[in-house]
Structure formats: C-alpha cells, structure tokens
C-alpha cells in the first residue's frame, strides 16, 4: 500500500514556474515507476510525466517536454515536478501516481494516486 500527498500548487502567471512534490508513505517507494497527471475542466486526465524506479530515465508528454522536469529521491519518498514557462493551457489538478510497471503513461498502469492539487495559470 502507497499513500501519496502532493503539494506546492497555486496561482502562477503566465511565463511563472511552480514545483509541486509527492510524499509518499511505504517501504517499497524506490520499486516503483512514479507520474504526474492533470485533469482540466471537462477534460480527460492525461499523462505528464514519469520517472523509473531509479531516476534514470523520465518520460515527458508532448505539451511540456523542455518546460516540465521530473526527479525523485527515494531516500526521502517524494518526487517532484518543476513546472517553468507555465502556460493558460496548464492549469488543471495535477495528480502524483505510482505504478508497479517500468513504463508507464497511461493511468491505468497505475495502481496508486493522490488527492490531486490544484495549479492556476492567469494569461
């Protein structure tokens, strides 16, 4: 069982950064392959990014490869994903999510989510 807990959300400008991080409880953190998600308003959730158990390798979705970055440190059981030149187009509720699987961008890969947490983009 994964617990997760994001934070760091709130209200940006266009152009601004945030960096939201995941906590998450349970001895097997470093197992698993870690991601955010987001989910605009009358949107589906859609993947963002993910990171392998390791660090070694992220996976980034089209619309925020070079502005997005994901890292973890499995000694502390958070991962983080600083967000920079955030756009209208970002706002949603982002989620942090882990998955058993090595690669995996599509929610039902993933076994565990947190509450979600909201990111604003004013134009």
């Known amino acids: 069982q994964v617990q997760l807990v994001e934070s760091g959300g709130g209200l940006v400008q266009a152009g601004g950064s945030l960096r939201l991080s995941c906590a998450a409880s349970g001895r097997t953190f470093s197992t698993y392959t870690m991601g955010w998600f987001r989910q605009a308003p009358g949107k589906e959730r859609e993947f963002v990014a993910a990171?392998?158990?390791?660090?070694?390798?992220?996976l980034y979705a089209e619309s925020v490869k070079g502005r997005f970055t994901i890292s973890r440190d499995n000694a502390k059981n958070t991962v983080d994903l600083q967000m920079n030149s955030l756009k209208p187009g970002d706002t949603a509720v982002y989620y942090c999510?882990?998955?058993?699987?090595?690669?995996?961008?599509?929610?039902?890969?993933?076994?565990?989510w947190g509450q979600g947490i909201q990111v604003n983009v004013s134009s």
């Open positions: 999510a882990a998955a058993r699987v090595e690669t995996a961008v599509v929610a039902t890969q993933y076994d565990y």
């Open positions: 990171i392998n158990w390791s660090g070694g390798r992220g």
